[in-house]
């Protein structure tokens, strides 16, 4: 049995600070085959890899990031100690030594994210496949493959896989995000069958990951890559 890919969670969440350039600095240096972050589109336009809709968890600002400028938010500190990157601080940082799972996690990021990744593909000499696009906003997908439908896409879900397959098959899914808890094998090699690549997150203990792998998903998704 092939094993699956590794991909680093919000860079290698359990050990830096998620979503931040340290923390996929991190992730690089485990060795991961890819690294899943987050985006949102900030107030003056630009995509910033954050996860929370909210500031007050991770920095030391508050309100929602969405109605921050970029200006504002580099004012900020993750964790007393990291700046809030963009998604191009990110692609900079992996620098095609992996791929990228990019997360549509705010509203009206699909737009953004294509521009920038077809100028990566263009011109700095990344390929399709180095990206993934998945989000549970099946409107911000929808417009990635009105966009480019040539992007990988990955329907993430914490509720049904067969749902999530259904939508798959209206934008011509890469693959199927499932939460791990959703899975068993059946359901994965259903899915595999309909040709979708299965994804699954947030795998972090042993027994969770060696249950993960029995199933044979493609890949996963891990605050602790380094036991992958």
């Given at each position: 049995m092939q094993k699956p890919l590794k991909i680093g969670h919000r860079g290698a969440k359990n050990y830096v600070a998620e979503n931040t350039i340290a923390s996929i600095e991190k992730a690089l240096?485990?060795?991961?085959?890819?690294?899943?972050?987050?985006?949102?589109?900030c107030a003056s336009g630009e995509l910033v890899v954050f996860h929370d809709f909210t500031l007050d968890r991770m920095t030391n600002g508050s309100g929602e990031i969405s109605k921050h400028t970029l200006t504002q938010l580099k004012e900020l500190k993750?964790?007393?100690?990291?700046?809030?990157?963009?998604?191009?601080?990110?692609?900079?940082?992996?620098?095609k030594k992996c791929l990228l799972n990019v997360e549509l996690k705010?509203?009206?990021?699909?737009?953004?994210?294509?521009r920038i990744i077809?100028?990566?593909?263009?011109?700095?000499d990344w390929t399709l496949d180095h990206f993934i696009i998945s989000s549970f906003q099946h409107h911000e997908l929808e417009a990635v493959f009105k966009t480019n439908s040539n992007l990988r896409l990955?329907?993430?879900?914490?509720?049904?896989v067969t749902d999530a397959l259904e939508f798959a098959k209206t934008i011509n899914a890469y693959a199927l995000h499932p939460n791990y808890a959703l899975l068993t094998k059946e359901n994965v090699k259903l899915a595999q069958s309909e040709g979708y690549k299965v994804i699954t997150w947030t795998?972090?203990?042993?027994?969770t990951i060696e249950r993960m792998t029995s199933y044979g998903v493609d890949a996963i998704i891990s605050d602790n890559p380094d036991r992958l």
């Open positions: 240096e485990i060795g991961v085959d890819g690294i899943e972050i987050d985006v949102h589109k993750v964790s007393r100690q990291f700046a809030i990157p963009t998604l191009e601080d990110a692609l900079d940082a992996i620098d705010g509203k009206n990021t699909a737009t953004e994210a294509c077809d100028d990566y593909i263009n011109n700095k990955g329907v993430l879900t914490k509720a049904s795998a972090n203990t042993i027994e």
